[in-house]
């Protein structure tokens, strides 16, 4: 059984840094697109970023585009979302994600992660 286990979530000031890692393991990483998606309360899940399985090309929703990044290291098992210029609209419990394919507006995927809380300092 796949297993994400997210970590790097925690409190940063608006327009600061944070970086969040998702490490996979029980299946075999290459295998995966991976992906981030974020909820905030009362909202639905939403697409954040996603890498393909080579790695060759990457997805960003249009509100991060320029300012998150996604990558992954074959070494580790991980997947990574380097978030920089965050906004108070940026805070979210932000998932990882695991599935043959990831694109945006995708809202299912096979391997979910617990989940890693994001807070945004006004």
């Known amino acids: 059984q796949v297993q994400l286990v997210e970590s790097g979530g925690g409190l940063a000031q608006a327009g600061g840094s944070l970086r969040l890692s998702c490490v996979v393991s029980?299946?075999?990483?290459?295998?995966?697109?991976m992906g981030w998606f974020r909820r905030t309360p009362g909202k639905e899940r939403e697409f954040v970023a996603a890498i393909t399985r080579s790695g060759g090309d990457t997805y960003y929703a249009d509100s991060v585009k320029g300012r998150f990044t996604i990558s992954r290291d074959y070494a580790k098992n991980t997947v990574y979302l380097q978030m920089n210029s965050l906004k108070p609209e940026d805070a979210a419990v932000y998932y990882c994600?695991?599935?043959?394919?990831?694109?945006?507006?995708?809202?299912?995927?096979?391997?979910w992660g617990q989940g890693t809380q994001v807070t945004v300092s006004s």
């Open positions: 029980g299946g075999t990483f290459s295998r995966y697109a």
């Open positions: 994600a695991a599935d043959r394919v990831i694109r945006p507006g995708q809202t299912t995927v096979d391997y």
